[in-house]
């Protein structure tokens, strides 16, 4: 059975109530072993404000390692001195949630946990905590140094790749450049095959400038930067088309046609994405060599501490992590020997076994 490495996130925030109500739902023990990184008091604090959660059994562990079927475990990474103080955005809060996502990602580098589900952090305390960097994402990057990440929300029926990241605004026009477009296609294009059983995915590439650049009269970066990279990434066995305009785009549905898309910068693609699955979205960094999944909402502290937010999402980001553990082993066999019987071969593969009621 897998072993599923959750973190806490910040302790001021949704995320023990998110990860409390998700394992709470009784397929969860049949599906993988649950080790929540963070504090067996918070836990069990916000454990009580949850009715369902009643009958839920945990086990606390010295590491992942130790970790037991059928209840949730808890390796205690933040001191029990640490006080809950639901909907505050402090710097406490934060320090927790790094120190749960750093012990966290060491049992993932060494094997204990077979894929990592994280909870909503706030970025700018993080920084003040010592997490020079702009999200999970980078993080990860900086700890894989080998491999190329790509934010993807995915959902079943959108999946959205962000080719800048956490980039401001301001600066994404000097930051876009061919090579990295044809990079984030490159991984994207693998993790389909690899992650989501798409044997031959297409790949939709958004423009940059309002009705992407109308011909550059509205800006260049399509004409000199994005479609090159699109031909680029053909020449190379990639099935991209654009640049599209991404209002038309998304209003007349023309996302339906394509496995993927790739948009140039963080709300292009995350607002369209979280208008049409935000119960259901996840966000996953593919092109690691390890599995990372996460809800795709943010901190909640209005509603923190009130027993109001929904697992929803939760529970996807653990439904996909158990299905991508699942088919990237298939997909290594499969290409390991390839005379075996291709199943990716099957246009209707489930994206995920399991979905939430």
């Known amino acids: 059975m897998l072993t599923i490495g959750i973190t806490q996130g910040d302790s001021n925030g949704i995320g023990y109530e998110v990860i409390i109500k998700a394992l709470a739902d009784p397929r969860m023990m049949d599906m993988f072993i649950p080790v929540v990184y963070g504090s067996s008091k918070m836990f069990g604090f916000n454990k009580k404000l949850i009715e369902e959660a009643e009958q839920l059994s945990t086990n606390v562990v010295?590491?992942?390692?130790?970790?037991k079927?059928?209840?949730?475990?808890?390796?205690?990474?933040?001191?029990?001195?640490?006080?809950?103080?639901?909907?505050?955005?402090?710097?406490?809060?934060a320090?927790?949630?790094?120190?749960?996502?750093?012990?966290?990602v060491e049992d993932l580098k060494n094997g204990s946990i077979d894929a990592l589900v994280t909870a909503p952090i706030n970025k700018h305390l993080m920084?003040?905590?010592?997490?020079a960097f702009?999200?999970?994402?980078?993080?990860?990057?900086?700890?894989?140094?080998?491999?190329?990440?790509?934010?993807?929300m995915c959902s079943e029926r959108l999946k959205v790749g962000v080719a800048t990241n956490h980039t401001p605004l301001a600066k994404v026009s000097?930051?876009?450049n061919p090579d990295l477009i044809v990079s984030k296609l490159k991984v994207?294009?693998?993790?389909?095959k690899s992650d989501f059983c798409r044997e031959k995915p297409k790949i939709a590439v958004l423009g940059l400038n309002p009705h992407a650049g109308d011909g550059g009269t509205l800006g260049r970066e399509e004409i000199e930067i994005i479609a090159p990279a699109v031909e680029a990434a053909n020449r190379e066995g990639i099935l991209a088309f654009g640049p599209f305009s991404p209002d038309g785009f998304f209003g007349t549905n023309q996302y339906e046609k394509f496995d993927a898309v790739l948009a140039m910068y963080h709300d292009q693609g995350l607002i369209p994405f979280k208008t049409l699955a935000f119960?259901?979205?996840?966000?996953?960094?593919?092109?690691?060599?390890?599995?990372?999944?996460?809800?795709?909402?943010?901190?909640?502290?209005d509603i923190a501490g009130k027993n109001l937010a929904s697992p929803r999402s939760m529970l996807y980001a653990l439904f996909m992590a158990v299905d991508v553990c699942k088919h990237r082993a298939t997909y290594q066999e499969i290409t390991a020997n390839p005379l075996k019987i291709n199943v990716f071969e099957t246009k209707n593969a489930p994206d995920r076994t399991y979905l939430p009621e």
Do not use: W
């Open 62 to 67: 010295a590491s992942a390692a130790d970790a």
């Open 69 to 93: 079927a059928k209840r949730v475990n808890i390796v205690n990474c933040v001191p029990d001195t640490f006080n809950i103080e639901f909907g505050q955005a402090t710097k406490e809060g």
């Open 95 to 104: 320090t927790a949630a790094f120190a749960s996502l750093k012990a966290a």
């Open 127 to 131: 920084e003040e905590s010592g997490f």
């Open 134 to 152: 702009p999200g999970h994402t980078e993080y990860l990057e900086s700890q894989f140094p080998d491999s190329k990440g790509l934010m993807f």
């Open 174 to 176: 000097e930051v876009l």
């Open 188 to 192: 994207m294009n693998a993790s389909l």
């Open 279 to 301: 119960d259901e979205g996840v966000n996953f960094t593919a092109g690691l060599p390890v599995v990372r999944t996460s809800p795709d909402h943010g901190t909640g502290y």
